[in-house]
């Protein structure tokens, strides 16, 4: 297995939540990201109920109100999505 640096752009949001998880797991971001393509390539979770309910906290905390649905819809740059309502 070699793994390799990359820079990728991810939305400051997502980005929060993601770090947020990978302390409440002790791991790195790299590896928990690792973790939840592998599962996701099996269509499993990568997660358990509790730490879905977690991760929920997380996202209200830091306004993430992005979908799986908005995916395709993230543009680079300026161009915003605006936020959900709910």
């Known amino acids: 297995m070699e793994r390799v640096q990359t820079g990728i752009r991810i939305e400051r949001r997502i980005l929060k939540v993601l770090k947020a998880t990978a302390e409440l797991k002790d791991m790195s971001v790299g590896d928990l990201l690792e973790g939840i393509v592998l599962h996701a390539f099996e269509g499993k ?42």
């Open 45 to 86: 979770s990568a997660f358990t109920p509790e730490t879905l309910r977690q991760i929920g906290e997380f996202r209200g905390i830091y306004g993430l109100t992005l979908r799986a649905s908005d995916s395709h819809s993230l543009k680079e740059g300026n161009r915003r999505l605006p936020a959900r309502k709910t």
